[in-house]
């Protein structure tokens, strides 16, 4: 990946300016709830563990969608889940400059007959873009259901990027 990028269709600015602009802090990155670790890199390639809601060590809006979490809940559990992820990239790289989001999951723990799983993660996908611009922030994506998560989280992000 070379060249300048343009965060937000604004050349120059940093995700670090985009980041303050939106009013976000990242979190210290959760301590994993199994034997994994939350962010590798390997080349220009960063793969990010899922990454549940949690903010101070606990999860936001708990329970599954289509019993007892709507979708503007999920949503925002979503985007929380993802700026979670981009915590655990940037405790590895020590920085988001130069990243691209390649590859955006997201499982979302619902009754069998919620369909609306994309919607959920739009909650991710939304934030990524307002971070990196429609360039670098929207990659390819996958949505979709899940009996069950850790925690009783009602989603989970992953995230592959690719960095300089």
Known sequence: MTGSREIGGTSGTSVADRLKELGIDLPPVPQPLAIYRPAVRTRDLVYVSGQLPTRDGKVVHAG???VDVT????????R???IN???AAHT??????GARVIRTVGYVACAPEFIDHPQVVNGASEVLRD?????????VRLA??????????????E???EVD
């Open 131 to 139: 971070i990196f611009g429609e360039a670098h922030g929207i990659g």
């Open 85 to 87: 992820a981009l915590a």
């Open 80 to 82: 929380i889940a993802a």
């Open 64 to 66: 599954r969608l289509g």
């Open 159 to 161: 995230l592959l990027l």
């Open 144 to 157: 979709f259901g899940v009996a069950s998560l850790p925690l009783n989280a009602p989603v989970e992000i």
């Open 71 to 78: 979708i503007e809940q999920a949503k925002e559990s979503a």
């Open 92 to 97: 590895l790289l020590g920085t988001l400059e």
